[in-house]
């Protein structure tokens, strides 16, 4: 189906600025201000938004998050096929990168209406670029799993990952996080916490994950958080001292893991056979 042939409603993506409102685009106002219709993730901070950018709204505003993503995407197609130009809008950053967006994306372009986008800020590349981080090739994880077992076992997937990482993270859960990390990927691994991108208290911490684990332990970081972790070497680590394996071994142990699973997480990091570090576990007893 062509675009003629459905009218001229279309979507348009709109990205939004982290923090600091100096970073909204001259284009981000105009699309604000000649939408018929703005799917915001939260109306609130979209209404603090075109005041800070001294924009006037004309069009229809409606709440576009996670819990009526499904049915309202269907209710901004229908506005499509009325010509509307939708534009959907997330609380920073582009839409549908971790946020409300892609379900709207699909549908508009399996009925026929084309999707632009108004680029703006994103916080994956921002702290990508500024993890001092590997950024020729990198993977981009998005949200890890809430509960510490299916945490741990996404990260054992990604362990062996040669790319820099970046992921989201909340506050409260990103101490916990840290030392999953430290357990499965290694405590010398390298990784950046970005927090409070562009904003007045923006703090970027480098270190190990070790040393960034024990600083996230110390106190709970607050603010929006971007992690950035390094890709695993491109050859196996050299095998380390018997008690450096009991000891990632017991770590993981009091991560949650079982001790069989344990050693095999350990074994396969190490690029070493289960039984050698089993041996080495229980000669150590």
Same mark, same amino acid.
């Given at each position: 189906?062509?675009?003629?042939?459905?009218?001229?409603?279309?979507?348009?993506?709109?990205?939004?600025?982290?923090?600091?409102?100096?970073?909204?685009?001259?284009?981000?106002?105009?699309?604000?201000?000649?939408?018929?219709?703005?799917?915001?993730?939260?109306?609130?901070?979209?209404?603090?938004?075109?005041?800070?950018?001294?924009?006037?709204?004309?069009?229809?505003?409606?709440?576009?998050?996670?819990?009526?993503?499904?049915?309202?995407?269907?209710?901004?197609?229908?506005?499509?096929?009325?010509?509307?130009?939708?534009?959907?809008?997330?609380?920073?950053?582009?839409?549908?990168?971790?946020?409300?967006?892609?379900?709207?994306?699909?549908?508009?372009?399996?009925?026929?209406?084309?999707?632009?986008?108004?680029?703006?800020?994103?916080?994956?590349?921002?702290?990508?670029?500024?993890?001092?981080?590997?950024?020729?090739?990198?993977?981009?994880?998005?949200?890890?799993?809430?509960?510490?077992?299916?945490?741990?076992?996404?990260?054992?997937?990604?362990?062996?990952?040669?790319?820099?990482?970046?992921?989201?993270?909340? +506050?409260?859960?990103?101490?916990?996080?840290?030392?999953?990390? #430290?357990?499965?990927?290694? $405590? =010398? @691994? *390298? !990784?950046?916490?970005?927090?409070?991108?562009?904003?007045?208290?923006?703090?970027?911490?480098?270190?190990?994950?070790?040393?960034?684990?024990?600083?996230?332990?110390?106190?709970? +970081?607050?603010?929006?958080?971007?992690?950035?972790?390094?890709? #695993?070497?491109?050859?196996? $680590? =050299? @095998? *380390? !001292?018997?008690?450096?394996?009991?000891?990632?071994?017991?770590?993981?142990?009091?991560?949650?893991?079982?001790?069989?699973?344990?050693?095999?997480?350990?074994?396969?990091?190490?690029?070493?056979?289960?039984?050698?570090?089993?041996?080495?576990?229980?000669?150590?007893?």
């Amino acid at each position: 189906m062509s675009r003629e042939e459905v009218g001229s409603g279309r979507v348009v993506l709109a990205g939004a600025p982290l923090g600091n409102i100096g970073d909204a685009s001259s284009r981000l106002r105009e699309v604000l201000a000649a939408a018929d219709v703005i799917a915001a993730e939260d109306t609130r901070r979209l209404g603090r938004l075109v005041k800070d950018l001294e924009v006037t709204v004309r069009g229809k505003v409606v709440s576009y998050f996670e819990g009526n993503e499904v049915w309202r995407s269907q209710e901004l197609v229908n506005e499509l096929a009325g010509g509307a130009m939708v534009v959907v809008i997330t609380d920073g950053g582009m839409p549908s990168v971790s946020d409300p967006g892609f379900r709207l994306v699909r549908a508009a372009l399996e009925a026929g209406y084309p999707v632009t986008a108004a680029p703006g800020p994103s916080a994956v590349t921002t702290a990508l670029a500024l993890s001092g981080l590997p950024s020729d090739r990198f993977v981009f994880e998005g949200f890890l799993p809430r509960t510490g077992s299916n945490r741990r076992s996404r990260l054992k997937e990604l362990a062996s990952e040669p790319r820099t990482l970046v992921f989201f993270e909340a +506050p409260h859960r990103i101490a916990g996080a840290l030392t999953d990390f #430290a357990a499965t990927f290694g $405590a =010398e @691994r *390298p !990784a950046a916490v970005c927090r409070e991108l562009t904003k007045t208290y923006e703090e970027i911490r480098r270190g190990t994950l070790e040393e960034l684990a024990a600083w996230a332990a110390d106190g709970e +970081p607050r603010g929006e958080i971007t992690l950035v972790v390094g890709g #695993a070497p491109d050859r196996p $680590a =050299e @095998r *380390p !001292a018997d008690e450096e394996l009991r000891t990632a071994v017991a770590r993981l142990e009091t991560a949650g893991d079982s001790r069989r699973d344990a050693i095999q997480a350990i074994a396969d990091q190490y690029g070493l056979k289960k039984r050698d570090v089993y041996n080495v576990v229980h000669s150590g007893r």
